[in-house]
């Protein structure tokens, strides 16, 4: 399993980013695809999973301005991030873990400056 992760940017406060991870190989379908992010200094957070049911969790810090979906014809789950803050500020990763086994994307930079 291979992962892309693309879509961050440098944008203002308040503003929107959509992060794309798109995956190769027909396990996608069924596989629960997370987003990480990892600021400076800090470990890497879990901010949103979905199932293969696209069933959705995201932590507390984004609810209300991150949604996760998935698109399993274009093997594409996406990030759609909303009235971005400073904080969010980081490398942002998808996952998914395999029979144990963890795959990461490359990490996007998502920058949140004026």
């Known amino acids: 399993v291979q992962l892309q992760a693309s879509g961050g940017g440098l944008v203002q406060p308040g503003g929107s980013l959509r992060l794309s991870c798109a995956a190769s190989?027909?396990?996608?379908?069924?596989?629960?695809i997370r987003w990480y992010r990892q600021a400076p200094g800090n470990q890497r957070e879990l901010v949103a999973s979905?199932?293969?049911?696209?069933?959705?969790t995201v932590v507390d810090s984004v609810k209300g301005r991150f949604t996760i979906s998935r698109d399993n014809a274009k093997n594409t789950v996406y990030l759609q991030m909303n009235n971005l803050k400073p904080d969010d500020t980081a490398v942002y990763y998808c996952?998914?873990?395999?029979?144990?086994?963890?795959?990461w994307g490359q990490g996007t930079l998502v920058t949140v400056s004026s």
């Open positions: 190989g027909s396990i996608f379908s069924i596989s629960t």
């Open positions: 979905i199932s293969s049911g696209k069933s959705t």
């Open positions: 996952n998914t873990n395999i029979l144990g086994n963890n795959f």
